[in-house]
């Protein structure tokens, strides 16, 4: 029996450097990671100054964009096939208008971060999340992404996405159903109804300025 | 219905080829010794009685005193199947000859032995860690490691 | 050499045929029409990507987006606000000026596409003589704004989305404009007015072959799936425009549809006999034809698989450019041999000629079996 | 005039459209035509293998579970018989049954996801995968009437099933297996003998016979290679010996047969639970067992056929409550050991097409 001989001419070092540098950023970013951020909404407003919208049209600004969320390609483990079967015929995101799955961190606004994160992929959601333009909302979905479920003892598992990225909305269940995801999406729409855009402007508007 | 090979039987055949190769076996399986794996694993996948073509499993297991690599081999036309293993008493730097040249299935599976059990194949193509990233501190499935 | 600058202005004047109705004379006309166009096209998109999403859904076996708005009308909308307030981003490693400019030079020769496309007997904003040919010359260009958006991005996976389209543009503008000969023929006149206006029976009818053909090779040239290989999803993200985000993606995104309405536009005038029909207005009997032409590519875009790189080239070169020229030849005898126009019976005979060919070609021409073409 | 080219190195994931979760490749492209891979595993490694040594054996079943999460129900299949060969426990002939129909469904459900993604990532546009997802949540019915659960059953049990079918369960499983031929039907109508896709797949990513079988490969791979080899009839476990079914098998071993088989497995997975409908026994739902379970020291290396391949655990006790050491045979991981032998050369959207089509599960490959 003649068994073919592997393809021969290979392009990679064997022992690559870039295994090194990608392993030693793991290990930064695992040092810097031990406490949990904190929940978005204590610093959102920090973080909407950075978009410069000088207008009062609030209302039609949220509606808009709780609207239109978009999803970002951020599906590790399990849960990403409960979210695919809430894409799917009988639970369809469609009619929120999220059926629109960016594979381009760039153009969407939200990441559901479907399944357990280990240290090895943290590096990678991290800068997902930094890919992602402003303004940007994450669901962690399932017990692993709320806390590391029933893998937060072991030894390569990050306990949960709030130690990488902010939180939004968590989604327990293990793996949530389909229902309990929309029902965060909802929660998030309204959480995203709730938002507001200050503006602090150089000057005082009127002339009488408050002490104290 | 696939047969499982007596160990105590195929030990006398392979000890009629290599005399000193046997360092113990059971009805179970076979245990050879680690200089005379190749030797033993070559001769099982090329005699016509074993035609052990098909690597089904490969794995190591922690006994404090030694690491025992386990191989699970069967014959897809022979419809039999037989398990080998071979110990390692070095504790600091085990190694033992790989098998990738006879079947490619051991590549990944090596790979993943050394890098959670930390056992050195000599030979293998491309021995690197392959589910922890570089840097990792020890061998998780090791039984010291905390 | 001026006096014959002169000549060639004054000749372009007379050819600019103004309607004699219009009051306020060539300014008037050209700022309307302006207007009406960049409004109609920006309404039709959004359209567009409603009746796609909901037709989409239907096909899927789901609803498609209906909480915004009735029946979810409001959809693009929404899209279009968020994604215009979103934030603007330019990779470090980007091409500055390049990456801005890409968006605004794929975006301008989709529009002026529609300067001569009538929405109605003479309502265009000019009725030139070369209108399909100032069409397929414009038309393309938008191909370098695709190809600046893939280069600037400094991203591996944009130049090769880029690259695919260059290479799919490029060879698919052949059979493109063989397929449209034969409609020149048939029509006598390079104009889209007059097209429309020959078109007693619709040209689908005398040209079913021509009409696959440049459905096809329309189809590669915009980009539309089963030929979408610039922005393959499945396999290079999101192609040319994975670093874009923000108001240049909206941009982009229009242009994408844009072309599809452009193209559904043109294929309506061309095949289906444009603003012509009974009973509704003219207008409206265009409207409608481009939907149900944008509504077949929808229906391929849900059903068929990607073809591969080497694959579409092999289609344009070893399928359709055989097939465009035995059309036309067929064409130009029958124009010979019915030089008064061509009767109902000519439909049937175009009719069987292209059932013929197709399965000969069927018969003959397989793409792939683990060939690589190139 | 010659063209200076250079062959630039690109990643395909982790967080890729079609890496089936998190794997990652690294490719070196010489224009479209890929020059050389490398996969790097690990983004989901969860150590479960560490985790058993930990839990008891009743313990591990929800970490079975989340190994190959498409196919939970064989994995605890594969686990359970694993722990009653260790410690000799019997299993009631009602269990066993139950436990073929829901292995063999569990065999549609995760087939479907491999057909649908396969044809997602050659290009037909979320309808295919959309449409078998429809089938697919029908089979999710059917477990939740069970188990309760959508993804991650935790049914099984050593001696067993933990709760006996519902009154409902045999009626709507009759149902469901009268529709199911007519729905594959509807498939094979969509795409099966479309052009393009036979254009994209036959001939593309061969895997030969030998190499699939000195690679380990297994599962629908190594059939489609042409090796007529299914732990069902080879080694039959349970009760398998009991059903009529055929083992289809590719020639080529191309990405078209391997989509092909698995479409005609679940046909043979049809025909098996119809059978066992037919045959379903009343009685006891489970043995009497321990709550902890001791079996005495020993190992056993037990394997089934899992819808992705031989699905094995070779566990060694210490008659403890927990494993001494607890291997999984993640088929995911082993069938990938040709797949740079079977994407080099090729092109970029047919190295999506190949992986795509050989099937992968992350959960299984990094454990």
Not at chain 1, 94 to 113: H, K, V, Y
Not at chain 4, 64 to 76: E, F, K, V
Not at chain 4, 205 to 220: Q, R, T, V, W, Y
């Amino acid at each position: 029996m003649e068994v073919e001989k592997p393809v021969e001419s290979r392009c990679f070092d064997l022992q690559t450097e870039l295994d090194r540098t990608e392993g030693a950023n793991t290990e930064v970013l695992k040092a810097k990671s031990i406490a949990p951020i904190p929940d978005p909404d204590e610093w959102l407003e920090k973080s909407l100054e950075r978009n410069i919208l000088l207008t009062t049209v609030d209302t039609l600004v949220d509606w808009a964009r709780r609207s239109a969320l978009w999803t970002v390609i951020c599906f590790p483990a399990c849960c990403a096939f409960e979210f695919i079967a809430t894409a799917g015929p009988r639970f369809d995101i469609s009619r929120f208008g999220m059926e629109i799955i960016r594979a381009s961190p760039r153009q969407a606004d939200l990441m559901i971060t479907a399944g357990t994160l280990t240290w090895k992929m943290a590096p990678q959601v991290r800068r997902i999340y930094d890919q992602m333009a402003e303004p940007k909302w994450v669901i962690a979905m399932g017990a692993c992404g709320c806390s590391g479920g029933i893998f937060a003892s072991s030894y390569s598992v990050v306990p949960g996405y709030n130690r990488i990225v902010p939180v939004d909305v968590y989604v327990p269940g293990c793996p949530p159903r389909p229902e309990a995801l929309l029902y965060g999406v909802r929660m998030l729409q309204n959480k995203i109804a709730r938002e507001h855009v200050d503006i602090k402007l150089p000057f005082p508007l009127t002339g009488t300025k408050k002490e104290g | 219905m696939t047969v499982s090979l007596s160990g105590t039987e195929v030990a006398k055949q392979i000890a009629s080829q290599f005399p000193e190769a046997i360092a113990e076996s059971s009805n179970q399986a076979v245990v050879v010794k680690t200089e005379y794996l190749l030797k033993v694993a070559e001769f099982l996948k090329n005699s016509p009685d074993f035609d052990f073509n098909y690597l089904n499993d490969m794995t190591a297991a922690d006994y404090y005193d030694y690491f025992e690599v386990v191989f699970q081999l069967s014959s897809l036309n022979l419809n039999h199947k037989l398990m080998l293993k071979t110990r390692c008493y070095e504790r600091l730097k085990p190694a033992v000859p790989s098998v990738c040249c006879l079947w490619r299935g051991a590549e990944l599976m090596e790979r993943e032995i050394y890098d959670l059990m930390g056992i050195t194949f000599t030979g293998h193509p491309n021995l690197k860690r392959i589910v922890l990233w570089e840097g990792f501190q020890g061998h998780p499935l090791r039984k010291d490691y905390l | 050499m001026s006096s014959y600058l002169n000549q060639m202005l004054l000749q372009h004047e007379a050819s600019v045929r103004v309607p004699p109705d219009w009051p306020g004379g060539y300014w008037f006309h050209w700022l309307f029409f302006t207007v009406v166009i960049i409004a109609f096209v920006l309404t039709i998109v959004m359209g567009f990507i409603y009746f796609e999403r909901r037709a989409l859904g239907r096909i899927q076996s789901r609803l498609g987006p209906n909480r915004t708005g009735p029946f979810g009308l409001l959809q693009p909308v929404a899209d279009a606000i968020k994604v215009l307030l979103k934030e603007d981003i330019i990779p470090d490693k980007a091409d500055k000026l390049v990456h801005w400019l890409a968006p605004i030079v794929a975006f301008f020769p989709v529009m002026l596409i529609f300067a001569v496309i009538p929405f109605q007997n003479g309502a265009m904003l000019v009725d030139l003589d070369i209108g399909i040919l100032y069409i397929m010359a414009v038309s393309s260009v938008s191909t370098i704004g695709i190809f600046m958006a893939g280069w600037s991005s400094g991203n591996k996976y944009s130049l090769l989305g880029a690259m695919r389209a260059v290479a799919s543009v490029v060879s698919y503008e052949i059979p493109l404009v063989l397929s449209i000969i034969g409609v020149i023929l048939l029509s006598g006149s390079l104009s889209m007015n007059q097209i429309v206006i020959a078109q007693n029976i619709p040209f689908i009818l005398l040209q079913p072959l021509g009409f696959l053909l440049f459905f096809i090779s329309g189809c590669a040239e915009i980009n539309r799936s089963p030929f979408d290989m610039l922005e393959a999803d499945s396999e290079i993200v999101a192609g040319f425009h994975t670093e874009y985000s923000g108001m240049k993606f909206a941009m982009f995104y229009l242009v994408e549809y844009a072309e599809a309405l452009a193209m559904s536009a043109i294929i309506a005038t061309l095949f289906l006999g444009g603003w012509r029909g009974p009973v509704l207005p003219p207008w409206l009997w265009f409207i409608i034809k481009i939907f149900v032409v944008f509504f077949l590519m929808i229906w391929t875009r849900s059903t068929l698989p990607r073809v591969r790189i080497d694959q579409l080239m092999a289609l344009a070169w070893k399928g359709l450019f055989p097939l465009a020229l035995i059309n036309l030849f067929i064409t130009g005898v029958e124009v010979l041999l019915w030089p008064a126009g061509l009767p109902w019976l000519a439909v049937l005979i175009n009719i069987v000629i292209m059932v013929v060919l197709l399965l000969l070609w069927s018969r003959f021409f397989k793409l792939g079996w683990g060939r690589v073409e190139i | 005039m010659t063209i200076k080219t250079e062959p630039f190195v690109i990643n395909f994931g982790p967080a890729h459209p079609s890496t089936h979760g998190v794997f990652r490749m690294r490719v070196v492209l010489d224009g479209e035509v890929v020059l050389d891979l490398e996969p790097v595993y690990g983004y989901l490694h969860r150590g479960i293998e560490k985790l058993a040594e930990q839990r008891t054996y009743t313990g591990i079943i929800p970490l079975t579970d989340r190994l190959d999460y498409l196919a939970a129900m064989s994995n605890n299949l594969a686990h359970c018989i694993a722990v009653e060969k260790l410690a000799g426990i019997k299993v009631p002939e009602r269990a066993e049954y139950l436990r073929v129909i829901l292995a063999e469904l569990q065999r549609l459900c995760s087939h479907l996801i491999a057909v649908g993604a396969f044809l997602n990532d050659s290009g037909a546009f979320m309808t295919p995968i959309l449409y078998m997802l429809r089938e697919r949540e029908k089979i999710l019915d059917l477990f939740e009437m069970l188990s309760g659960q959508r993804l991650t059953y935790n049914d099984m049990r050593p001696g067993g099933v933990s709760q006996d079918a519902p009154e409902e369960f045999l009626p709507a499983l009759h149902k469901f297996v009268d529709q199911m031929p007519r729905y594959l039907d509807e498939y094979d109508q969509l795409l099966a003998k479309n052009e393009i896709l036979l254009a994209r797949s036959k001939g593309v990513g061969i895997l030969s016979k030998e190499l699939a079988i000195n690679s380990s490969a297994s599962g629908p791979v190594l059939r489609a290679s042409g090796v007529k080899w299914d732990i069902r009839k080879a080694e039959p476990y349970s009760i398998y010996d009991r059903f009529e079914f055929e083992i289809p098998t590719g020639t080529a071993g191309d990405c078209y047969d391997r989509y092909l088989v698995r479409m005609l497995e679940m046909r043979q997975s049809v025909r098996i639970i119809e059978q066992a409908m037919k045959q379903f026994p009343s009685g006891e739902y489970r043995s009497r067992v321990p709550k902890l379970i001791r079996p005495p020291v020993g190992e056993v290396y037990s394997r089934i056929e899992a819808p992705k391949g031989e699905l094995a655990f070779y566990i060694v006790s210490d008659s403890s409550i927990a494993p001494y050491r607890y291997h999984i045979r993640g088929t995911s991981l082993i069938n990938l050991t040709a797949l740079r032998d079977m994407i080099v050369g090729w092109k970029v959207a047919d190295l999506i097409v190949i992986f795509g089509s050989i099937d992968i599960c992350m959960g299984e490959v990094d454990r």
